[in-house]
């Protein structure tokens, strides 16, 4: 514990960031980093707690005070040896992890948490900058070969752990370029490509083979991967969208959010946002943009955030964004008692630079004009009745509360299902279960065809960067024991144990 003082000196602070005037005339990143003294002064801030929470509240079990203190002691190969032992990205999840080890902090009883987030960001930021981060070198290859379908962050940990087991991996990925939703979902000004492709380099400098425009199941044969690889790692992830089936909903102007955000992330990278329209069910036939129209964002989650920032970047007329929810508290509940991750009323940088946010509505029909385009929604206002345990269960429409609002463009951002099951899941037979998710056990990631498994949000369902990349570190354990009859990876709690020693 570097300064034992730290928590009652300091106050929490974040970085400063640029202004909404300026930064929404680009897609660049525009949070800045702390000053060295602030950074010493953030992680002078985490106490010594006796039983620290936040690594239970981190899916990855990373080892925050112990990183917290070689960043005040400015050990700076020390903090990433330490990350780094538990976290394979830490450059992705310091920036778009909503952080629920700052919602497990113990300081944060009583006080704002510790910047956990912002420091991980810092440690591994820092890390590249003094060439901390180099490729790790196999000594000695299995003569196993694993297959990993998906280039998401859990498909990436799954490939990283596994190449340093010393299989031979090749990731499958039906885009492009490689990346999943961290490339064609979260847009630029929230996680920048260049981050995508610095990790790439390092993943190939160390033996990770990549396969993009690899769409399994239609350009390359399932029978393939099964007979020349040893094993295969599912990791899609959840990509079949929640629809929202009212009238109106064909008309030209409706469309999935991740639809509108691939198209701008294609443009960012001056690739072709409509290459393979004619093939592929998800990218639409033609630009779409916000400009000058009137824009309701459907969904109130991170991806209808993104929706917000991306619109207000295309100088759009009015952003709106509905959530079905009533509004959530500002602070915990009685039945939000930490350290549990509280359903709080949370505030992005995107509703920071506008947006019209309402709560408690319903879309009841999507309304065209005679050539067939969205000009208006018919809206309506719901009343919640809340359960014993004080959570929304049961809603009725106001009377009198249905009113058209103009909409020129529409956007559905309200999750996703599960994964697509026509083509590569439907080939392979793999059992499903009651949310059409792939079924396998939490313990050993294993699908009920031999030699396959899978991770990430195939498997668990829509989740957050932190827990994909999690369940790519544990499924590789498993299949590393599959191949070897045992596995010298680490699990979380076994590295957690090690630095606490």
Not at 31 to 45: G, H, I
Not at 461 to 468: F, H, R, T
Request: charged letters at 25%.
């Amino acid at each position: 514990m570097g300064k034992p003082t730290g928590f009652l000196e300091f106050t929490r602070e974040l970085p400063t960031k640029r202004s909404v005037e300026e930064r929404v005339n680009d897609y660049n990143e525009f949070v800045n980093r702390y000053p060295d003294e602030k950074l010493n002064q953030q992680s002078a801030r985490c106490m010594d707690c006796g039983v620290p929470f936040c690594h239970n509240g981190c899916p990855l079990g990373n080892v925050i005070p112990e990183f917290n203190d070689a960043v005040y002691r400015k050990e700076w190969k020390e903090a990433y040896d330490i990350l780094s032992s538990t976290n394979n990205f830490p450059e992705f999840t310091g920036r778009i992890c909503p952080a629920p080890c700052e919602t497990a902090c113990v300081l944060g009883i009583n006080q704002p948490a510790i910047a956990i987030e912002e420091i991980e960001k810092h440690i591994i930021e820092i890390a590249f900058d003094k060439g901390f981060v180099q490729p790790k070198k196999v000594n000695k290859r299995t003569g196993k070969k694993v297959a990993v379908v998906g280039s998401g962050p859990a498909g990436l940990a799954a490939a990283a752990q596994l190449n340093y087991a010393g299989h031979t991996v090749t990731v499958f990925e039906r885009d492009d370029q490689a990346g999943g939703l961290l490339r064609y979902g979260i847009p630029d000004f929230k996680l920048e490509k260049w981050v995508i492709d610095r990790r790439l380099k390092v993943l190939e400098d160390e033996g990770v083979t990549f396969k993009c425009n690899a769409n399994v199941g239609v350009n390359v044969s399932v029978n393939d991967l099964l007979r020349e690889y040893h094993a295969i790692v599912l990791a899609g992830g959840s990509t079949v969208p929640r629809d929202l089936n009212v009238p109106g909903r064909d008309l030209k102007g409706v469309y999935f959010a991740m639809q509108f955000l691939k198209q701008q992330n294609k443009r960012n990278a001056k690739l072709d946002p409509l290459a393979n329209a004619a093939i592929e069910s998800n990218i639409l036939p033609e630009d779409v943009f916000a400009t000058g129209k009137n824009v309701v964002v459907i969904g109130g989650g991170d991806t209808g955030s993104d929706c917000v920032g991306t619109s207000n970047r295309h100088k759009a007329a009015s952003v709106t964004q509905f959530e079905l929810m009533p509004t959530p508290p500002k602070d915990r509940t009685a039945f939000m008692p930490w350290p549990t991750y509280p359903m709080t009323l949370k505030t992005s940088s995107s509703h920071e630079e506008g947006a019209d946010r309402k709560w408690a509505i319903a879309t009841k029909e999507f309304i065209g004009d005679e050539n067939g385009n969205l000009k208006a929604l018919k809206i309506v206002d719901l009343e919640w009745k809340s359960s014993e345990d004080g959570r929304p269960s049961s809603f009725v429409e106001r009377e009198g509360s249905e009113r058209i609002i103009p909409c020129e463009l529409a956007l559905l951002a309200m999750g996703f299902v599960n994964p697509q099951y026509v083509g590569l899941l439907e080939q392979l037979g793999v059992e499903l279960d009651e949310r059409k998710n792939v079924k396998a056990t939490e313990k050993e990631y294993k699908t009920n065809i031999n030699k396959v498994f899978t991770a990430g949000d195939m498997r668990r369902g829509q989740s957050l960067v932190v827990w994909a990349i999690s369940e790519g570190r544990e499924c590789a354990r498993k299949v590393d024991e599959f191949l070897s009859g045992t596995s010298l990876l680490e699990t979380k709690d076994q590295t957690a144990t090690f630095y606490a020693i």
